[in-house]
């Protein structure tokens, strides 16, 4: 079946830095990709929606300028958190080629 | 926007005994409603999903049913046991199909656990 790998499963930076996600579709080719954040014990929240070859369409109240996402290629989308602070701190999960299909997950630490 | 309320948040049973959710959502527009099962630190896990042209689904142990008119839904688990034990979400789409689906909207989560 498809398979969605993301990477890192975890990162720690500092704050002010910023953090790159990747997303990639390992046997299929994904025109979409959907970026979801996840607070700990809460549900997962879309994030937007990453399109390849033209800009990622945002959900309300995300800020584009800090979460940056490119999706240049067919099998790869990634997220740039910007300026990371720590309430950025949280799971970030990717998915493609419909519901089906999820990462593994980033949790991403600001200290 | 769609907006999905799933209950109960938590949910205590006796290995072999049955498990239900519900989850209700308030766009008629859905039509394609996935349930989720997630482990502590991992993505969530497609285990069963329904399109709005069917009532009922079954797979083994796992089925899902769907009242369009009441725009509720339910999970059932039979026979559970204790690798059953995680976080369960209901989530609902509009799509038009394809990679639409992707875009969810998902309930608050449910809460596990399969006593041994």
């Known amino acids: 079946g498809a398979v969605v790998s993301q990477h890192p499963s975890w990162v720690i930076c500092k704050s002010g830095t910023s953090v790159k996600i990747e997303c990639r579709s390992l046997d299929f080719q994904a025109t979409t990709m959907f970026w979801y954040r996840q607070f700990p014990k809460q549900s997962l929240m879309l994030m937007a929606t990453s399109n390849e070859g033209s800009k990622a369409t945002y959900e309300q109240g995300v800020e584009k300028d800090k979460f940056l996402i490119n999706h240049a290629s067919l099998t790869l989308s990634t997220l740039t958190v910007t300026s990371a602070h720590p309430e950025d701190s949280s799971f970030y999960i990717c998915?493609?080629?419909?519901?089906?299909?999820f990462g593994s997950g980033t949790r991403l630490t600001v200290v | 926007g769609e907006n999905v309320e799933q209950h109960p948040s938590t949910l205590s049973v006796q290995e072999g005994d049955s498990a239900v959710i519900k989850c209700t959502y308030s766009d008629s527009a859905s039509n394609y409603f996935p349930w989720y099962k997630q482990e502590l630190g991992k993505g969530p896990q497609l285990i069963i999903d329904i399109r709005s042209n069917v009532g009922e689904k079954k797979d083994q142990r796992i089925a899902v049913t769907l009242n369009k008119t009441a725009k509720h839904f339910s999970l059932h688990i039979t026979e559970t046991q204790p690798e059953d034990s995680a976080v369960y979400f209901c989530?609902?789409?509009?799509?038009?199909?394809?990679?639409?689906?992707?875009?969810?909207?998902f309930g608050q989560g449910t809460i596990l656990t399969v006593h041994p």
């Open positions: 989530a609902a789409s509009k799509g038009g199909g394809g990679t639409s689906y992707g875009k969810l909207t």
């Open positions: 998915s493609a080629q419909g519901a089906g299909t």
